[in-house]
């Protein structure tokens, strides 16, 4: 075993390996002892096309046989990667240009940088910090795990903590006040947001991130009136809003993208998972017209854009995320997710009653039981 786990306590680990997964069919996945499972959770959030998706690996053969790779720098592109981002601006709400990356936390370590350019641009370079919320995963690189609200992501990673205000999660059914109302819990959560930014000096921040329905950190869906609330604050403060679609993104919570479910209207949008159904690690940072202009400006000044990584745009993932959207518009992807939910919802009957049981929810195909917990 030479392997380094994610996300697992290395000491148990040795004692007990990781059951090995090779083969995958539709839905489910066969080990090596020849067990097969159902991943109800779709791996990763990521496989929504299953585990064996066989268009999607026509489309990676083919591409790898008319063009395996080629970059984006200096006045080259793949044509994949245009047309990709031409279909995907056409469908994202509000967006303009997209950039490309190759995991969700390089897509919002992108942001991150984005976002200092951006003000950077306008004069205003101290405008560097990004609140993020208790209880959101972002990723785990360097800013992406310091924007991630869970203790176990920090610790003994030294990360840039002090660049990131944090918020509190908008988990009603948890912190609510006895009697309050959904409405009234959103309304202090924007208040409180407000009082944190006047606290640490709106001068110092730049952008708020937020999962438009939070996944990782426990499927926390938002109480009635919490995104408009909370983009009231922000643009009285003139703080950027980034959604990050990462896993509500591609059809997810009933409509295209979740900021369309909740009414957001972001200044920059992340992408992976759902946009290659993970059969090739690539992302997507998408940006309003606003933000690639006040961008481009400085840019120009500068002579060049200095950023970006090799296997960006990388033409056989730009093909097989090409076929994916093929895909989404054949099947109508909103309209599914609304009758599947449903189905979801059927199968929540059972536990509702349980004492043990504190929540059914649901948006789309975003759905969760909670239980009584110490937590
Ligand atoms: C909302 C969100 N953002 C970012 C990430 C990080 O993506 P990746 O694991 O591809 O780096 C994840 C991963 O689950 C996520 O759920």
Known sequence: MAQLYPFNDPVTVESEPPVRFERGDGIRVSDTQGNTYIDAVSALWCSNLGFSPQRLTRAAAEQMQRLAYYHSFMGRTPSQSDRLADRLVARLPGMARVFYGTSGSEAVETTAKFVRYYWSARGNPG???????????????????????????HDGFNLPLSAVPRAGRPHYLRDAEPGESEAAFSRRRARELDDLIQREDPGTIGAFIGEPAMGAGGVILPPDGYWDAVQDVLSKHGILLIADEIISGFGRTGEWFACETYGIRPHMMTLAKQLTASVFPMSAVAMTAEVYETMKSLAHEKGIFGHGVTYGGHPVGAAVALECLDIYEEMNLPLLVGRLGKEIEKGFEPFRDRPEVLKCRRVGMLAAVEFETEA
């Open 127 to 153: 405008r560097h910090r990004i609140i993020a919320r208790e209880g959101a995963y972002h990723g785990s690189e360097q800013m992406s795990a310091a924007l991630t609200g869970l203790g176990y992501c």
